[in-house]
């Protein structure tokens, strides 16, 4: 199983441009989310999902759009970049209280 | 607000030595409280948890302490390697339900020296 992927690795983007990040589960859980990880803030949850069609806000939702057509995947997108927004993005899926994640997308905002 | 505050930011040790990182909670709801490790450039990966029903868990040479009085939990990492290099998260989330939502410490990040 290739458990939960994220694409692209990386990404640079110039400051108001658009893009969506990718994430795809293999595993049929039901729950999915978005973190982003920046130096000495820790895991911010960004957005959620409990299922397909169904999302919610975490910590910090502004400038970050999401959507659940299917079970297998969770994009993210970002609207209008700004600098701000320069982080590590981490996608996981949940079963049992187990959260289990991708290997992450390296984003740079100019 | 910080829900789950977690210390010390950084630690370094000796191979062999046990480093110990502390987390203390403040919503009382919680019932589940999981260790993540991440390696540079991956995702984390849960590591160990506890529910607080019981005060300590072990798992090979890492074992979590519980004190539901004092809303605080702590990893120990005995006869610490190398290999143990990495940050590790603290975390606290509600069981049942569909909602697996994490709430996760800042961080430590361990370097254990040969």
């Given at each position: ?7 692209p ?8 441009q658009?893009m969506?990040l990718q994430c795809?589960?293999?595993m049929?859980?039901?729950y ?7 130096p000495?803030m820790?895991l911010r949850l960004i957005?959620?999902?409990v299922?397909?069609g169904?999302?919610d806000q975490?910590e910090?939702p502004n ?15 970002l609207?209008s970049?700004?600098p ?5 993005y981490?996608?996981a899926?949940s079963?049992k ?6 290997a992450?997308?390296r984003l740079?905002?100019? | ?11 370094i040790?000796?191979?062999g030595?046990?480093p ?9 709801a919680?019932?589940?409280f ?9 995702g984390?990966?849960l590591l160990?948890?506890i529910?607080?029903?019981v005060?300590?868990k072990?798992?090979?040479?890492f074992?979590i ?5 004092a809303?605080?939990f702590s990893?120990?990492i005995?006869?610490?390697?190398p290999?143990?290099?990495a ?7 509600f069981?049942?339900?569909s909602?697996y ?8 990040l361990?370097?254990v020296?040969?």
């Open positions: 199983n290739a458990g939960v992927t994220q694409t690795k990386f990404q640079v983007l110039k400051t108001g658009s969506t795809a589960q293999d049929n859980h039901e999915m989310s978005w973190y982003r990880q920046d000495g820790g957005h959620y999902s299922g397909a169904i999302t975490g910090v400038g970050y759009n999401v959507s659940r057509s299917t079970t297998e995947d969770f994009p993210l997108r609207l970049a700004a701000s927004q320069t982080s590590v981490f996608c899926s079963y209280n187990i959260q289990y994640f991708g992450g997308t740079s905002v100019l | 607000q910080q829900q789950v505050k977690q210390s010390p930011q950084s630690l040790v000796q191979k030595g046990i110990i990182i502390n987390c203390a909670y403040e919503n009382t919680f019932d589940y999981p260790w993540y490790q991440q390696f540079p450039g991956k984390p990966a160990i948890a529910r607080p029903d005060s300590e072990k798992e090979g040479r074992t302490s519980f004190n539901k009085s809303k605080q990893l120990h005995m006869d610490s390697q290999g143990d290099s940050t590790y998260f603290c975390a606290a989330s069981q049942g339900g909602n939502k994490l709430t996760f410490g800042k961080g430590t361990l370097t020296n040969p």
